[in-house]
């Protein structure tokens, strides 16, 4: 039995087995390989998802996963919130990562072979009574086009339900592109003019939606005749053919170190803080942890600059002023600023910021150093040339 006493959540959130203990039936690795190969979209499915992005911004597939292959994950997540840890936490597991690479083919029909994940993911959690109730209504990236000239997307949110989202439990609504009169005018309006526009958008276990970040959405208020929460995994993805809307940008389903995991998990409260009220312990656990991931998170805006997400201070990338030529008046990334730019840390860089140890298996290690020491140079090179491998260094 792990035994928590007298340790602070900081020191909890940065105890690999801690989180081991809690989720059993989950790993925590630098390397394992996924079972889950990419979902084969049909020609149909293809010619429909094209038709439906561009039409009304949003694509809805079913049957992606078997709902046993999510079970273990909604179970986790449940446990997360039985323990009061922030669900979002569930990204610390392998398989939190896995989902993406059922994603694979998908994302390379919709944004083209090179594509990347954002520094943007989350795990929803809503309760089934009368008072719990998704993020409200907005657009995701409301002050940067996110759209090709044909009107397919630059960037997608994928929206994975781990059990049933349904009227009663908080599903999903959006306003279709084609009901939107804002959608290509000004997208920093969010209004529903027609209420019989909003369409719902119930997803069961084993289906995959995904929008559009133009797209105006939110996640409805649950009822107390719900029969189950909803639990949901959502994660960014953007084409590298233009620049970067958020840096920095992460290969696809690939596992970063787990210190590292948990200081991006950290990062989304600061992120989020518009759509939820936190309680102060959780914000300053995020200050806490942010620093572990080693790169702080930065989102382009309007005015060409690089928003620090953990400070109020913008860093400005681009002095020269940029003609707006999109048919809202807002400007998009042109093509080669900031491309393809990734993470970079080293194990060793992420071991210099460390306050206490982590006790991560590492390649080519039988079992995990006592004391968190980096381990013999042999270790060293190997774990070097697995970072090499997925193009993290």
């Avoid at 194990?347 to 020491?373: C, H, L, V, W, Y």
């Amino acid at each position: 039995m792990y035994n928590t006493a007298g340790k602070t959540f900081k020191e909890l959130a940065l105890d690999i087995n801690f989180w081991r203990q809690l989720n059993p039936d989950l790993t925590i690795t630098e390397y394992s390989r996924s079972d889950w190969g990419p979902y084969r979209l049909t020609a149909q499915q293809k010619r429909d998802v094209r038709e439906s992005l561009i039409e009304d911004g949003y694509f809805h597939l079913h049957s992606v996963f078997a709902p046993e292959e999510l079970k273990k994950l909604a179970d986790a997540a449940k446990v997360l919130h039985r323990e009061q840890w922030p669900t979002v936490f569930a990204f610390v597991y392998d398989e939190f990562w896995h989902v993406q690479n059922r994603y694979r083919d998908i994302l390379t029909e919709m944004l083209g072979k090179e594509h990347r994940l954002m520094p943007n993911i989350w795990v929803f959690y809503i309760n089934p009574d009368n008072e719990s109730k998704g993020w409200g209504p907005h657009r995701d990236r409301q002050k940067i086009v996110n759209l090709r000239p044909d009107g397919t997307p630059l960037s997608i949110n994928f929206w994975t339900p781990l059990t049933d989202a349904t009227p009663l439990n908080g599903c999903m609504y959006a306003l279709p592109a084609s009901r939107d009169r804002y959608y290509s005018t000004n997208t920093s309006t969010t209004l529903a003019e027609d209420l019989q526009d909003i369409r719902a958008l119930p997803a069961p276990v084993g289906s995959v939606l995904g929008w559009n970040e133009t797209v105006f959405h939110w996640g409805a208020r649950s009822s107390n005749r719900a029969s189950e929460p909803r639990i949901a995994i959502a994660s960014v993805f953007q084409s590298t053919e233009c620049g970067a809307f958020e840096t920095p940008l992460l290969p696809v389903g690939q596992l970063l170190p787990f210190e590292m995991r948990v200081g991006l998990i950290a990062q989304q409260f600061s992120r989020f803080i518009v759509q939820d009220t936190f309680s102060p312990a959780v914000q300053q656990l995020s200050q806490e942890l942010a620093p572990y991931f080693g790169e702080t998170i930065r989102i382009l805006d309007d005015g060409w600059r690089y928003w620090d997400i953990m400070s109020d201070e913008p860093d400005s990338l681009r002095e020269e002023s940029i003609e707006k030529t999109s048919s809202n008046q807002l400007p998009t990334p042109p093509k080669g600023f900031e491309k393809g730019r990734e993470f970079k840390s080293t194990f060793e860089e992420i071991r210099q910021a460390r306050s206490t140890p982590s006790g991560i298996d590492e390649p080519g290690s039988k079992e995990s150093s006592a004391n968190g020491a980096s381990g013999s140079d042999e270790q060293k090179s190997e774990s070097k040339n697995w970072l090499e491998k997925l193009g993290l260094k």
